[in-house]
């Protein structure tokens, strides 16, 4: 190897790293972000929380684990839905968590993923990593194989709905087009009233039309985590007739 191809590879290896962290950062910041939010949605006796595809091919994607996290300490319902027979039987077996290490991705950015977990701080180094078993004993938790279009979504039902990385799939399709809208509705009307649809940028570049199809009793905010925003869909009140 020559100088040059040595400096080429330190190069490689540093933007792989720089690129590992940074995802594990937009993970925390997501996370942070939906604490914030989802705490300010009023509570009756339990959260209702609807996830929309909490898996893929390796198991978990972090939102959900994050949200096991978020709200620790909260009696909650929640939902999991996904059509792949695998996802749920990985699902549905206890598993342990590990948060990312305090060396990975700072002090203040682990730390907003904790504010209702008590396990303690990490003290023991960088390279300390705490381990959160889940589900939570706070937490009933029902999966549900099934495909988004024919799972029961029913009336005033959830508080939340959490639809990161996985409505897109659904709404992509050309063959469902013609039923976009009508697919947006259930899910509108499956909030409660001050309940909160959570999606992706790509998911919110397909609805933000909403406005034009009737939809009244909705606004929309942006929740503004850099590089992957969140976008937020909340029903305000009953649908004007």
Known sequence: HSQANME???????????????????????????????????MEERYQVLV?????DKGFVPEFLELSCILWSKPTTLTLV?????????????????????????????????????????VD???????IPL?????????????????????????AIVGLNSIFYLLNNPEFEPHQWNYFKQLIDSLKVGGRLYVDKITYSLLRDFKSHGFENVKLKNLGVFPNPTYRFERTEEEKS
Request: glycine share 6%.
């Open 135 to 159: 589900p939570c004993p706070n937490h009933s938790v029902e999966w549900v194989q099934a495909d988004f279009t024919e799972f029961d979504y029913g009336t005033k039902k959830f508080d």
């Open 52 to 56: 929309l595809g909490p898996g893929n």
């Open 8 to 42: 080429e590879d330190k190069t490689k290896a540093k933007k792989v790293v720089t690129n590992k962290k940074m995802k594990t950062l937009t993970m925390c910041s997501r996370a942070h972000t939906m604490f914030k939010d989802l705490l300010d949605i009023p």
């Open 82 to 122: 996904d059509h792949n027979e695998d996802v749920i039987k990985s699902g549905s077996t206890n598993k342990i968590y590990k948060l990312p290490t305090l060396k990975q991705v700072g002090k203040d950015r682990l730390e907003a993923l904790l504010p209702v977990i008590d396990l303690g701080t990490p």
């Open 125 to 131: 180094g960088d390279d300390h990593q705490l381990e």
